[in-house]
């Protein structure tokens, strides 16, 4: 049971290690080549339609299931810290950054009216998101990396036990 617990957990985070990844490495570029309009309405669909069931099961499933695996594995050392480590790893790096951080400035662009805004007004809007948006992004990323990684070696060092 543990065994298939350590194992769920572990696809779970790496989903979310990928998409971060994925967004980081490709999809942030491709969309950084778009006018200001262009980039800020992309972005507005992405963020829109990222807040789906399957998102969900995998960002809220990991927040969930590794603070429960690290319950599960208290007595076993060293699976445990590595399991605690991947815990904060992702609940401060990931979810933490992505709460206080991504999803603010994912709303605050949501109430922005592009049809009805100036040029100008829609470069700074782009200028203010863009950047910052990207950075904490990069966070999510290595330590959402960071997670899987401890999660793996946890997973190996339980396997040896």
């Known amino acids: 049971m543990t065994t298939l617990l350590l194992i769920i957990t572990a696809v779970l985070t790496a989903l979310i290690a990928g998409l971060f990844y994925a967004y980081s490495c490709s999809v942030v570029l491709g969309l950084g080549k778009l006018p200001d309009a262009e980039y800020l309405k992309a972005m507005q669909n992405i963020n829109r339609e990222i807040l ?14 590794l603070p ?8 076993e050392q060293p699976v445990f810290i590595l399991l605690l480590l991947a815990t904060l790893a992702y609940l401060i790096g990931v979810f933490g950054v992505t709460v206080v951080g991504n999803v603010p400035m994912n ?3 949501d ?13 700074q809007m782009r200028e203010n998101f863009e950047s910052r948006w990207n950075f904490l992004n990069n966070i999510r990323t290595g330590f959402s990396v960071v997670s899987i990684i401890l999660l793996v070696c946890a997973c190996i ?5």
Request: proline share 2%; no cysteine; aromatic share 18%.
């Open 52 to 65: 789906n069931p399957v998102f969900f099961m995998s960002f809220m499933g990991t927040a969930i299931l």
């Open 157 to 161: 060092w339980h396997k040896e036990l």
């Open 107 to 109: 709303d605050q662009l």
């Open 111 to 123: 109430q922005f009216d592009i049809s009805g805004s100036a040029v100008e007004a829609i470069k």
């Open 68 to 75: 429960v695996s690290t319950f599960f594995f208290r007595g």
